[in-house]
């Protein structure tokens, strides 16, 4: 069984990246495990860009196309963000050092965002030729959004709301 979701249109409007979920069968457990893709918007060219043991999820594309942050499991339940150049998926680093999960890049893509357990986090973000460099993570404020598992969610509105109140136009 195969599940297609988080659906990210690129700036440009040429390519997308979303997710798939495949459910892994074995003697001792059953669980679906979630890998980021890539295809044209035509439906052309589709390729996986993770491979994590366990799940990625959250593709998000930097403003200017260049760069996919997104959300990688190192076991059941710790996560961290990444970010990864694309289209060859180099340069990946690490954003957050304690746990992370749903990236958003600021609208001028000189901050990455991301939820790590109840807080919002921010890290900046310079581009140094074709690479970038990450500052130290900085707690923003506390999320007080609880889904149903009991983990914290950070909706697209107090992303935007984040987004919002640190850009500099």
Not at 154 to 167: D, E, H, N, P, W
């Amino acid at each position: 069984v195969r599940d297609v979701s988080q659906v990210r249109v690129s700036p440009d409007g040429k390519r997308v990246a979303y997710c798939i979920a495949d459910l892994v069968m074995t003697e001792d457990k059953s669980e679906c495990v979630t890998q980021v893709y890539i295809a044209d918007t035509s439906g052309s060219n589709i390729r996986q860009i993770t491979y994590s043991e366990n799940a990625s999820s959250d593709p998000q594309w930097s403003p200017d196309g260049k760069w996919i942050a997104f959300t990688a499991f190192q076991s059941q339940s710790a996560s961290d963000v990444f970010v990864a150049r694309y289209p060859d998926m180099s340069g990946r680093l690490q954003v957050s050092t304690a746990g992370g999960e749903a990236p958003h890049w600021r609208k001028d893509g000189k901050e990455i965002y991301y939820r790590s357990n109840l807080r919002m986090m921010a890290v900046k973000v310079s581009e140094k030729g074709n690479a970038i460099e990450l500052g130290n993570p900085e707690a923003l404020f506390e999320v007080a959004v609880r889904n149903l598992t009991g983990r914290g969610t950070m909706s697209r509105r107090t992303a935007a709301t984040c987004s919002m109140a640190r850009s500099t136009c």
